[in-house]
């Protein structure tokens, strides 16, 4: 395999402390520079509704999804490093839990700051799909945040544990009384939220509507959302909604035929173009994600086997793994982009995909396995593999209930579909952070590789119920009465 050139860009120290207002982390001021008195300023704030920061770096190395490969490899500061064997990161630095949370709070700043506009103005019916997308970009971000910094909610459970705090006006001083709530009332308000937006949000005027919560990027976060709530009906419900009058078979990711032609190089700058029309949601977020391009904490050999191994389809996954000398493998998903302050130095950009049609599918699979509706969700894996196997037969590779309990080697059939599903997310969306949403939400046992100076290999565990699935809030939070999470 061709070596892959690094970028040399030179990474100012500090960086993001200049880029955005980090330090303040729930008491983001509104800009009052500009009094939003018009439709077009409320659609202009809420367009930046949307994380700043992403969470891949820290996701991925927390999960399964991750493997040490030994010392040696990658840069001397590894920001992937505390994550992989879950201890707590200090600081707002690139790529951080801080830096996420930073970034959330301040895209619910602008949410909020847009719909406070919309409720003290008459600008008539014209800015209700705005309305509805500040409200769902509100959701979004609060979901976020419970996923990484609260308890996983517990179906049928009372969530009375500490959820995040959530934020429904904007700042007016620098420190205010924020409480965390529950877990419980964390999901209520978000709920509310996207049930109250779901009812304007529209999918006109937009020039680029991937960068927005459109009615079919907003059904997906539903159909994602409830199923942390065990709302199975309406995660079916709202998966369909998401797909161009229901059809996914020709709107998911093109794995084995358009991508798979692609050359290296002409994939890195495909992958995330909002032209992809299984992406629903894009944000342009502040990373150094797969920047270094030998972690010693990622994809290596053992998590490159997920396309090599025997599969329940009896087929091999297409991928495009780059392996530029071993123990360095890359999925090659994200192109950077620079923002140059001087020569050499800039500000390097990735486009995320928040959310897509892939997963959206899966979602309802689950949904549907779970409902004990087992041939739907049986079609459902079909459609998703039929895109995902390379050469693609059906006659070989076309699954049903008793291939797949028989590869996984399990009698309870709801047990066997699901556990088809996740596996399906886990390859598909590998090196995008999803993986650590199904730990969480479904409690799965993680286990690390940790390789010594000697080369000794001993492996660590992170079960269900330990405090270290819970990512800690920001030291600073502190200042706002907010308490920390439990160590």
């Not at 395999?1 to 200049?18: C, Y």
């Not at 996954?317 to 020569?343: H, Q, S």
């Not at 959206?360 to 087992?374: G, P, Q, T």
């Not at 894996?381 to 309990?405: A, C, E, G, V």
């Amino acid at each position: 395999m061709k070596v892959l050139n690094k970028i040399n860009v030179i990474l100012l120290t500090g960086l993001t402390l200049s880029v955005s207002s980090c330090n303040k982390y729930l008491d983001v001021e509104p800009d009052n520079r500009t009094t939003i008195n018009s439709v077009d300023k409320v659609a202009q704030l809420v367009a930046t509704a949307y994380p700043g920061y992403d969470y891949l770096s820290f996701a991925e190395a927390a999960s399964d999804n991750a493997e040490d490969k030994g010392p040696g490899v990658g840069s001397s500061v590894d920001t992937r490093d505390r994550p992989y064997v879950w201890e707590d990161q200090i600081g707002s630095g690139t790529n951080t839990p801080t830096n996420y949370w930073n970034g959330c709070y301040e895209a619910i700043a602008a949410a909020n700051q847009a719909l406070e506009s919309i409720e003290n103005n008459d600008f008539g019916d014209e800015v209700l799909q705005y309305k509805g997308e500040a409200l769902i970009a509100r959701a979004y971000a609060h979901h976020m945040l419970a996923i990484f910094f609260a308890k996983a909610y517990e179906i049928g459970g009372a969530n009375d544990s500490p959820g995040i705090p959530y934020v429904k006006a904007p700042g007016t001083k620098v420190f205010g009384d924020f409480t965390r709530g529950t877990v419980k009332s964390t999901y209520d308000n978000i709920v509310a939220d996207l049930e109250e937006g779901l009812k304007y949000v529209s999918d006109q005027n937009y020039q680029v509507p991937k960068y927005h919560f459109t009615k079919s990027a907003a059904h997906a976060f539903a159909s994602r959302l409830y199923l942390f709530l065990g709302e199975w009906q309406k995660a079916a419900d709202n998966a369909s909604l998401a797909a161009p009058s229901g059809e996914f078979l020709s709107n998911l990711r093109p794995v084995n035929s358009t991508l798979k032609n692609m050359t290296p190089a002409e994939f890195n700058a495909a992958f995330t173009r909002s032209d992809i029309k299984s992406t629903l949601l894009l944000t342009n977020a502040y990373s150094t994600w797969t920047y270094v391009s030998t972690p010693r904490y990622g994809v290596g050999a053992k998590m490159s086997r997920m396309f090599t191994d025997r599969h329940v389809t009896s087929g091999v996954l297409d991928n495009k793994i780059l392996n530029y000398g071993a123990p360095n493998y890359t999925t090659y998903k994200y192109l950077y982009y620079f923002y140059y302050t001087g020569p050499g130095i800039g500000y390097p950009y990735i486009m995320q995909p928040l959310l897509t049609l892939d997963e959206a599918l899966m979602n309802r699979a689950e949904a549907y396995a779970e409902l004990e509706k087992y041939d739907l969700a049986v079609a459902d894996l079909n459609t998703f593999y039929s895109t995902k196997i390379r050469n693609y037969t059906p006659s070989m590779h076309t699954l049903t209930l008793d291939k797949i309990q028989n590869f996984y080697e399990e009698t309870d059939p709801k047990k066997a579909l699901v556990k088809a599903v996740l596996i399906a997310k886990k390859a598909e969306f590998l090196e995008e952070g999803l993986r650590w949403i199904d730990i969480t939400r479904r409690k799965i046992t993680v286990v690390h590789n940790v390789i010594s100076p000697t080369k000794e290999e001993t492996e660590i565990e992170l079960g269900p119920d330990d405090p270290r699935r819970v990512f800690q809030i920001p030291e600073e939070a502190k200042i706002s009465g907010i308490e920390l999470n439990p160590r």
